[in-house]
């Protein structure tokens, strides 16, 4: 069996929108459910119901989007865009472990 688990990042006071709440979320995912598990984060715009909601900033929801290209990226396709392995190693283990990571712009370029 495969689990996977999107977290819908609303907007509103309180409902987890902070970095902390992203954070903790993916701290208690690693910790309890293993670093096994793809966390995908989305960004939340008005649909039918809750039109009264603003969309998620594009700036909210950056971090979350270059964290999630990182976690995807397999052995093949590092070759590829030539990032050094022990630095994408480093990067997913911090990014798994719901820690921060600094991304350097010739790295930010070349996962688009």
Known sequence: MRVEITDLVVP????GDKEEDVKFFSQ???KNLGDEVPLHFRKFHQDYLMMDVEPTPVEMNDKSQIRERIMSIDPEKRKELKINKSTLWYQQKRIKEGKSIKIYNKTKVKIG
């Not at 509103?12 to 409902?15: F, G, Q, S, T």
Request: net charge neutral; no cysteine.
């Open 12 to 15: 509103v006071k309180d409902l």
């Open 28 to 30: 208690w995912i690693y």
